[in-house]
């Protein structure tokens, strides 16, 4: 049974302001490169806009349909180079952030704004703090237990290797987009962003229906977005979600230090797939400033690795260690911080069980033969 025991002491972490260990971070690190990341922008743009004319001009299905996986790569690269600009990592001007970022994030039919008010406050602000932060969010034994069937096979499918798209689908992207509904103060601008999107959407499904048929749409449209969902809900599973992580329900227990640098992962990988992805997997100084531009991260790492390299989880990207993370997180104990997968959540359930039902038989009055109890 996988169990979160920590060979570092949480409690000195935890008196460790973010600041001080910002400060472990050389200033050559928080530098923005225009050129550098309008380089960037381009490479992604490009490779999207290529996919897609692909799918519109090839007349082979199956070349549509590997444009289609090429085309969801590109919107997953395209929205992490937008994340960064919603930080404001990438430029000092946020109008030319907002624009650019706005456009990168179109084809993920994502709304900039409310991606961002949530995004940067919540999870940024409250990392794996779950009575606040519901991204990745584990069911205890006993809540998963209480769940009827059409719920528990939803979790079962998004702590799945294959299906955790629908988790950044139907945990993020339905209800902090779509069904989000603001307040007065930032009502004009969400509802502008919303109405933005949809009419991209439309404007882009009938254009791809009407250059490749109906082949062309789910090649264009559908399958990025759901490569898309994929992507990111990966990405964000292993950014906070290792055996060695725990999760807390009480503030008191949290703080910021502990969120943002030891239940934040670095996940290594080839140095193509992290120049594509912008470096998203090397998170745990992201999470530690999230004003440091993509570019920068794994020189961010190096210096907090060389600090505080005694609370940094990191890991070598692999399909055999993603299995296991998967595997092995499924269900959560807060109170001992614990991982249990299902099998072994539902013997722990048992064992408490027949605990509590006999502790229950201790405690009645023995009653003897011809007796009456009193």
């Known amino acids: 049974m996988p169990k979160n025991t920590p060979s570092v002491d949480l409690d000195v972490l935890k008196t460790l302001k973010i600041q001080t260990i910002r400060q472990s971070i050389r200033p050559e690190c928080y530098q923005r490169s225009t050129p550098k990341a309008l380089f960037s922008y381009a490479i992604d743009g490009l490779l999207y806009l290529a996919a897609i004319a692909g799918i519109w001009l090839i007349p082979y299905w199956w070349a549509q349909l590997l444009l289609g996986l090429v085309a969801g790569s590109a919107v997953a690269f395209m929205f992490v180079w937008a994340h960064d600009a919603a930080h404001g990592a990438l430029f000092e001007n946020r109008h030319l952030a907002e624009v650019l970022g706005t456009l990168f994030m179109l084809p993920s039919f994502n709304m900039y704004r409310l991606w961002a008010f949530g995004h940067n406050r919540v999870h940024h602000g409250f990392t794996s703090l779950s009575s606040v932060d519901w991204i990745w969010r584990p069911l205890t034994p006993q809540e998963y237990r209480q769940k009827n069937a059409w719920q528990k096979m939803i979790y079962r499918l998004e702590?799945?290797?294959y299906t955790c798209a629908l988790h950044y689908l139907l945990r993020v992207w339905w209800p902090g987009m779509i069904r989000f509904k603001a307040d007065q103060k930032n009502r004009r601008a969400f509802t502008l962003s919303k109405l933005l999107t949809a009419l991209f959407f439309v404007i882009f499904s009938v254009l791809s229906w009407w250059m490749a048929g109906a082949m062309g749409f789910f090649a264009a449209v559908l399958l990025p977005f759901i490569v898309f969902n994929y992507y990111i809900a990966l990405f964000v599973f292993l950014h906070h979600t290792h055996p060695n992580i725990p999760f807390f329900t009480e503030k008191?227990?949290?703080?910021?230090?502990?969120?943002?640098l030891y239940c934040s992962t670095v996940v290594r990988c080839s140095k193509i797939s992290e120049m594509l992805i912008h470096?998203?997997?090397?998170?745990?100084?992201?999470h530690?400033?999230?004003?440091?531009?993509?570019?920068?991260l794994e020189a961010a790492y190096a210096d907090l690795r060389a600090a505080y390299g005694q609370y940094v989880h990191e890991m070598r990207f692999s399909f055999k260690e993603v299995r296991h993370i998967f595997r092995a997180c499924k269900l959560y104990d807060y109170e001992s911080r614990q991982w249990m997968s299902f099998r072994s959540g539902?013997?722990?359930?048992?064992?408490?069980?027949?605990?509590?039902?006999?502790l229950s038989t201790a405690a009645k009055p023995v009653v003897y033969p011809g007796k009456t109890a009193h």
């Open 159 to 161: 702590r799945s290797p």
């Open 252 to 260: 008191e227990e949290w703080s910021q230090a502990i969120g943002q």
């Open 279 to 286: 470096n998203i997997l090397i998170h745990a100084p992201h």
């Open 288 to 296: 530690v400033d999230p004003r440091i531009p993509f570019y920068h």
């Open 346 to 358: 539902r013997s722990w359930i048992e064992q408490i069980e027949q605990k509590a039902s006999a």
